[in-house]
């Protein structure tokens, strides 16, 4: 594996949306008008998008026959899909993560019909509602403080009827994984997050979606002193970051890292597979301190987490609000879901207020660098 080649998740998920659609001639893909910009376009070398106007020759492979529909209106997309799913057909939809909040009131009544749905004996269980959740809040340099906001993982992890699945792929190979892993479910919503800029992959190849969470052990030691986890492709990449720059001025702390790739109502995992707390400890140890960076809210994965283990050893990174149209690592600055936001908290805990002070410079230069030249001084 080499750490220096970069790939793209959401470039993978075109493939495979592409591939999907011509072994199943009834599979759409439903997309407000983003399909292309979202790096999802491999799926225009083999299907068309619905199109019942003249089609022009600079116009997108296009007829009144496609099974790609894009129409910029979320809630209208939504209902199509789900009809289409109603018919026990297989489909997706994608849209901005800022954006697809617009269905929250209609994905928490098609939960509440699955719930019914799973009380009864006679009824076939539908293909689940799978959402692609991108253009995300860290990654927004444009567009800025507007398109910024995971607020529907928190809303589908607060539902009690427990069935929503919010899942995480880290790089390419596990948004394969998550892929996988919507088509293969029924009678749940999946919201599967991921951006579309490239990034390394992280491991040799990918696991599938099991309990939710994973030792990398390329990125850990034996009886840790801290134990690091992140939930999100960006924020792992950060966390992965976070050790080496730990690694550098404690070099005989011992860390590990765990990756979360789903979370479910109250845990870790899918909801037909939730970590246990066994696993837990396994994978957590049963004491010692854990620095959580996540995708979304904080305070979402800290619910989570106090169903396994106490609030005093945790401390969980992650979008606090703060936005902006600026860059890449001055989005994570802004936040305090950096590397050293997280080495700060390891130095806090081994008292070391001299590399606080040294992080906190490297944090406030990186500020000036990218208010003058509109680039990170830290990639």
């Known amino acids: ?55 022009e020759k600079w116009d997108l492979p296009e007829g009144t026959g496609g099974h790609i529909i894009e129409m910029l209106s979320e809630n209208t997309l939504f209902s199509v899909m789900t009809g289409h799913i109603m018919n026990g057909e297989h489909a997706m939809m994608t849209s ?38 991108t253009s995300t809040c860290w990654r927004q340099d444009h567009n800025g403080f507007t398109h910024q906001s995971p607020a529907l993982i928190s809303t589908l992890l607060a539902v009690p009827s427990n069935l929503a699945n919010c899942l995480f792929p880290m790089d390419d190979l596990t948004a394969e994984a998550a892929f996988n892993y919507m088509l293969e479910t029924k009678n749940v919503v999946n919201l599967t997050t991921f951006n579309k800029v490239k990034s390394p992959r992280f491991c040799e190849k990918a696991h599938p979606i099991t309990n939710g969470a994973t030792i990398l052990k390329e ?65 957590f140890t049963d004491n010692r301190p854990i620095i959580a960076n996540f995708h979304g809210y904080p305070e979402t994965l800290e619910t989570i987490f106090e169903n396994y283990t106490y609030r005093g050893r945790l401390r969980v990174h992650g979008f606090v609000e703060e936005g902006s149209t600026t860059t890449p690592f001055e989005m994570l600055r802004r936040n305090a879901a950096s590397r050293y936001d997280i080495a700060i908290d390891i130095a806090t805990v081994l008292r070391r207020p001299d590399l606080v002070q040294k992080y906190q410079e490297t944090l406030f230069q990186n500020q000036q660098y990218a208010t003058q030249f509109g680039e990170d001084l830290i990639k």
């Open 1 to 55: 594996m080499n750490s220096t080649d970069l790939y793209s998740p959401a470039e993978k998920l075109g493939e495979l949306l592409a591939r999907k659609m011509q072994e199943d001639p009834h599979f759409y893909l439903f997309s407000p008008d983003e399909t292309t910009s979202n790096k999802l376009d491999a799926v225009f070398g083999v299907e068309k998008r619905a199109w019942n106007l003249p089609v």
């Open 96 to 133: 901005y993560e800022a954006f697809l909040p617009i269905i929250t009131s209609q994905l928490l009544q098609q939960i509440k019909f699955f719930k019914q749905c799973n009380s009864v004996s006679w009824r076939e269980k539908y293909p689940a509602i799978n959402l692609l959740s």
């Open 219 to 283: 990125y850990s030691d034996d009886d840790p002193d801290f134990v690091l986890a992140a939930a999100g492709d960006l924020v792992t990449k950060e966390t992965i970051e976070a050790i080496k720059v730990i690694k550098q001025d404690f070099p005989g702390l011992k860390l590990r890292f765990v990756n979360i790739d789903a979370l479910s109502y109250r845990a870790i995992g899918p909801v037909d597979n939730k970590l246990t707390k066994s696993q837990f400890k396994e994978l």
